[in-house]
């Protein structure tokens, strides 16, 4: 019984060790924020603003073109 508990023992001292290393190289791994950056958007990727702001434009010339081909007679 006494060797059971000797290993519990350490086995939560190599437990607590371990989570206060992690805990440190987090704290020293980590970057400070950067409240200067110029996008507006921090949720939205310059990828996503870009299809949000080309589709409206590129379902306008889908819908002309394809009501262009209408109007015109075939022969």
Do not use: A, Y
């Not at 921090?42 to 081909?69: C, Q």
């Amino acid at each position: 019984m006494n060797s059971v508990l000797t290993r519990l023992n350490t086995l939560e001292t190599l437990s607590i060790v371990q989570q206060q290393v992690r805990d440190r190289d987090d704290n020293t791994s980590r970057k400070p924020n950067q409240t200067s950056s110029w996008w507006p958007f921090p949720n939205f990727s310059g990828r996503t603003v870009m299809f949000l702001l080309v589709w409206p434009i590129i379902v306008h010339w889908v819908i002309r073109f394809l009501s262009g081909r209408r109007r015109r007679p075939t022969r």
